[in-house]
């Protein structure tokens, strides 16, 4: 086992241990300390995962309100100045959406792009529940969608780990060869599954996302935070030492790639490059936020160097 990777794992399977290891660490992003999303972001702003504040009711207001609070329509309607009264939200769903497609059962480097984003919802879910929050998960293996309603406490992580042990061991072992076209289902399942009000985090490397899938996110949006976890291999963009010819497959048409041509690694590289301009462009039309983790270090790697 390699000695960058997390305790129980090699980067290919899942087990529960590897899974559970996470749980001791969702305490370094609790409040009042820094932020697990502040601290993938870098510098972009983002709304820490958790508390958050519900409306409860308008009442007419009083000496010491805050004005930044007055409700101005019922003020309008009815001649006095009114105020929104707020109360601290509680038990906020957290839904986890799970890739593990075929395209996610690769990896060039340290670990599977499946494992990588295992590890990722893992974390957040036992942050969430140290948090109180209820949380939940559909797993999409590509070609079936396992959808686990939100649940407090440990319920909720304990179904989400034990069924991605499960499901991941099994397609590794017998591979499907169908598969869908894109995550048209998924999103669709999303927006079936999350109460209103939930924090949506989509984990994948997006590779099936196309344009048609966007009106489903904008819907997603509507009524719930979402945010875009891209999963990457180095190969995906063009870095690799190996410099031979290779037989390449995405599970839907094979071809062979000369690794020693710069100009291979570039048209790479560049197709790569569109990817990400394409999610960070839906981003930053629809308000989401956007992290991207890359298959060469350790999620705990990747965590703590953006810390320094």
Not at 42 to 63: C, I, N, P, T, W
Not at 141 to 166: W, Y
């Amino acid at each position: 086992m390699d000695k960058q990777l997390s305790p129980y794992s090699d980067g290919v399977n899942l087990c529960l241990d590897e899974l559970l290891y996470f749980k001791q660490h969702a305490i370094h992003w609790l409040p009042p300390a820094k932020s697990l999303w502040s601290q993938v972001l870098g510098q972009h702003q983002s709304k820490r995962l958790g508390r958050g504040m519900d409306f409860a009711e308008v009442r007419q207001y009083q000496a010491g309100d805050d004005v930044r609070s007055i409700d101005w329509r019922v003020t309008a309607r009815t001649g006095k100045p009114h105020t929104k009264l707020f109360t601290e939200e509680r038990e906020k769903p957290i839904v986890l959406y799970i890739d593990l497609s075929a395209s996610m059962r690769f990896g060039s480097k340290l670990m599977f792009k499946s494992v990588l984003a295992a590890h990722m919802a893992s974390l957040i879910a036992w942050l969430s529940v140290a948090q109180k929050d209820r949380v939940g998960a559909i797993i999409d293996t590509g070609n079936q969608l396992t959808e686990l309603k939100p649940s407090s406490r440990n319920q909720g992580p304990l179904a989400m780990i034990q069924n991605l042990v499960k499901l991941h061991q099994s397609i590794l072992v017998d591979p499907a060869d169908i598969h869908s076209n894109d995550m048209d289902e998924g999103f669709h399942a999303l927006n079936r599954l999350c109460p209103k009000g939930s924090e949506v985090v989509i984990i994948s490397d997006f590779l099936r996302f196309s344009e048609q899938n966007q009106l489903l996110i904008s819907r997603l949006r509507s009524h719930n935070q979402v945010r875009l976890v891209q999963i990457s291999d180095p190969l995906e963009s063009g870095i690799t030492d190996y410099r031979g010819v290779e037989q390449v497959s995405d599970k839907r048409s094979t071809m062979w790639v000369d690794f020693s041509s710069r100009k291979v690694r570039n048209q790479i590289a560049a197709a790569f490059e569109r990817k990400q301009h394409q999610l960070k462009s839906l981003s930053h039309s629809h308000g989401l936020s956007f992290t991207c983790l890359s298959t060469q270090k350790s999620l705990l790697q990747q965590l703590s160097g953006r810390d320094q």
